[in-house]
């Protein structure tokens, strides 16, 4: 049986803004296993990158973590001081962002930025962070690493600059890494490249990661679990093969219809209908409702519960709830 290295229990986080609460997530519950892979997957503003930055506790100045728990084997980093926290972040668990760039400080060496990153968490001195950081840029598949390390972020491409900021949050070992749209800045070749070295990686390393993005496509056959969000709220979990060959949500089929057929390129993509929901006026019942084909009037009025489907297959649909009392009812008349 796997270690559950991570458990988010409940969690809600909000952003105080002039316009009022803005509640960005909603009660999301999920654990990590060691050494395993979860996507979570949703269209901006589902609340998937907010989970990401409540666990490494690096919100904006008017977002808060307001309930629930973060339990990192076991313990609950949520209750953690600054320098408990500090040790946390990069040496037990690491980020990588979406937009290298911006993520890296253009007026300083990589090397120096990778080094600095080595002396803080661990306890190198100058020469071995140096040597630790061309080590790592070789095992992410940088060329010529001691020449990389002289230079500056605006000197390389975006697929250099992305593998540096993978060196960065893998150069102290940690047991999680979470990669927030490792891909989105980078051409369809070069993200290829980028989940591969993250699967060869993972092995090697044997880390767990949670993968956040908003294209289910991306992740189809590297995550061991998914999560669908929208609104702030897990429509679906699952193991890839329950999301893609047997999706329960309607947000879940949306979502994969509007994947490109590479196989059938005369098919029609259909897109999600409406626009995403204001979460500073959230709706009484689910979600998705406004922007759903099958709603029903339970719909509006209640938010669904989570509903077990099979071992691994979880749904929060009203759809179930009603087939579940169809099969119920038909088994009752036989």
């Given amino acids: 049986m796997s270690e559950k290295i991570l458990e988010v229990k409940n969690l809600h986080t909000s952003f ?14 999920f654990d990590l296993d060691a050494g395993k892979i979860l996507g979570i997957v949703g269209e901006s503003g589902s609340g998937k990158s907010v989970t990401a930055y409540s666990i490494m506790q690096i919100l904006a100045s008017t977002g808060k973590v307001v309930d629930g728990q ?11 001081d600054k320098n408990q926290m500090r040790q946390f972040r990069g040496k037990k668990c690491s980020i990588i962002f979406q937009d290298p760039m911006t993520s890296l400080n253009p007026t300083f060496t990589i ?3 990778l080094m600095e990153a080595i002396l803080l968490h661990t306890s190198r001195n100058k020469q071995e962070a140096h040597d630790r950081a061309a080590e790592m840029l070789t095992l992410v598949g940088v060329n010529e690493p001691e020449k990389r390390l002289k230079q500056y972020p605006h000197e390389l491409s975006g697929g250099m600059r992305q593998r540096v900021m993978i060196a960065m949050a893998l150069a102290c070992e940690p047991d999680i890494l979470i990669a927030d749209e490792p891909t989105t800045a980078l051409d369809v070749t070069i993200q290829a490249q980028i989940l591969e070295l993250m699967q ?20 189809a056959g590297m995550c061991d679990e998914i999560i669908v969000m929208y609104g702030g709220r897990v429509c679906e979990r699952g193991t ?61 009025e209640a ?20 087939e579940l009392m169809q099969k119920e009812g038909g088994a009752s008349h036989e």
């Fill in 16 to 29: 105080f803004t002039d316009s009022g609460e803005v509640k960005a997530v909603n009660g999301v519950s």
């Fill in 70 to 80: 973060i339990l990192y084997r076991g313990e609950d980093i949520l209750k953690y």
């Fill in 111 to 113: 090397g120096s930025q």
């Fill in 200 to 219: 060869e990686l993972q092995k090697k390393l044997g880390m767990a990661i949670i993968l956040v993005t908003h294209d289910l496509g991306v992740i």
């Fill in 240 to 300: 890839a093969e329950d999301i893609f060959y047997n999706p329960k949500h309607e947000y879940t089929k949306g979502l994969l219809r509007s994947i490109p057929n590479t196989t059938n390129q005369k098919e029609k993509l259909v897109p999600i209908g409406g626009t995403p929901i204001n979460l500073l006026n959230m709706p009484k019942g689910c979600a998705f409702c406004a922007r759903c084909s099958e709603a029903m009037k339970v719909c509006l």
């Fill in 303 to 322: 938010v669904p519960e989570e509903i077990k489907l099979s071992e691994s297959h979880y749904a929060s649909c009203w759809m179930n709830v009603k």
